[in-house]
């Protein structure tokens, strides 16, 4: 079992950032994919960006594409997700989710994954 926790969302202008963290329990945080999702009030969840095991492969939406970064700190097991130049319709719960690491296509947003957080309220106010 794996337990996630995010922390980091909060209210910010057009055009500011913020930082999300996603905190995981057990020792094995290398072996596990990550991915941050978020959902919009009366829009599903959609996927935002993927990171591997070891950190070394990414893959971002194109819609956050040049604005977010994803990186993780295995030593620590963490996962970040800076979000910078951000716009109103970025505003949604944003959610952390972790996956056993695998080679076939890690990266496809389809992707089912078996833990989740419980989210963090990101607001972006025009």
């Known amino acids: 079992q794996v337990q996630l926790v995010e922390s980091g969302g909060g209210l910010v202008q057009a055009g500011g950032s913020l930082r999300l963290s996603c905190v995981a329990s057990?020792?094995?945080?290398?072996?596990?994919?990550m991915a941050w999702f978020r959902q919009a009030p009366g829009k599903e969840r959609e996927f935002v960006v993927f990171i591997s095991g070891s950190g070394g492969s990414t893959y971002y939406a194109d819609s956050v594409k040049g604005r977010f970064t994803i990186s993780r700190d295995n030593a620590k097991n963490t996962v970040f997700l800076q979000m910078n130049s951000l716009k109103p319709e970025d505003t949604a719960v944003y959610y952390c989710?972790?996956?056993?690491?695998?080679?076939?296509?890690?990266?496809?947003?389809?992707?089912?994954?078996?833990?989740w957080g419980q989210g963090t309220q990101v607001t972006v106010s025009s």
């Open positions: 989710a972790a996956d056993r690491t695998r080679s076939y296509r890690p990266w496809a947003p389809g992707r089912i994954y078996d833990y």
């Open positions: 057990g020792r094995t945080f290398s072996m596990y994919d």
